[in-house]
T-cell receptor, first 111, second 111 residues
């Protein structure tokens, strides 16, 4: 089974609102990453947070990590229609060479 | 600076046939990983190549094989195609397994 699981599966918001999506994972990690995917195309790397970090910011993105709960959240502030995409978390599950992806959150931002 | 290039972008094959997908890594990258993404799912790790050798393999049958060339480009081969092999195949390149960049993928349809 996949390491990460995103919640909710789908999210629909109005432009300008904030979007929050969550990721839970099962085993210890070195780092966790968030990716965006538009219409089943390639993955775009958004942000990486290491296991010893609790919060990280990049532009309108804020990521938190709680290793005790094995969970992470991605907050997109002041959403735009262009943010419409699927968002995936990926973990390295203890430092291996592969990433474990969740099933993703489908975000729709309504103009 | 070209990113990761995958070819072809779309492909339709018949059950039982064989297929070869190609990936050119981002300039300066030496490691190539392959992922399979079924519709509505997150990507799943197939294998990773570094220094022309398979370094790690996910839970995929031997019908899936690969190769890395001296110029770091890579091929993914799938034999005896099944309907369930229909998916988006993503290639990711990195330098020493750090800083992964994904390509736009090859959409394989098996009929």
């Amino acid at each position: 089974s996949q390491q990460g699981e995103e919640d909710p599966q789908a999210l629909s918001i109005q432009e300008g609102e904030n979007a929050t999506m969550n990721c839970s994972y099962k085993t210890s990690i070195n780092n966790l990453q968030w990716y965006r995917q538009n219409s089943g195309r390639g993955l775009v790397h958004l942000i990486l947070i290491r296991s010893n970090e609790r919060e990280k910011h990049s532009g309108r993105l804020r990521v938190t990590l709680d290793t005790s709960k094995k969970s992470s959240s991605l907050l997109i502030t002041a959403s735009r229609a262009a943010d419409t995409a699927s968002y995936f978390c990926a973990t390295d599950a203890g430092g291996g060479n592969q990433f474990y992806f969740g099933t993703g959150t489908s975000l729709t931002v309504i103009p | 600076d070209a990113g990761v290039t995958q070819s072809p972008t779309h492909l339709i094959k018949t059950r039982g046939q064989q297929v070869t997908l190609r990936c050119s890594p981002k300039s300066g990258h030496d490691t190539v990983s392959w992922y399979q993404q079924a519709l509505g799912q997150g990507p799943q790790f197939i294998f990773q190549y570094y220094e022309e050798e398979e370094r790690q393999r996910g839970n995929f049958p031997d019908r899936f094989s690969g190769h890395q060339f001296p110029n770091y480009s890579s091929e993914l081969n799938v034999n005896a195609l099944l309907l369930g092999d229909s998916a988006l195949y993503l290639c990711a390149s990195s330098l020493l397994r750090i800083g992964y960049t994904f390509g736009s993928g090859t959409r394989l349809t098996v009929v």
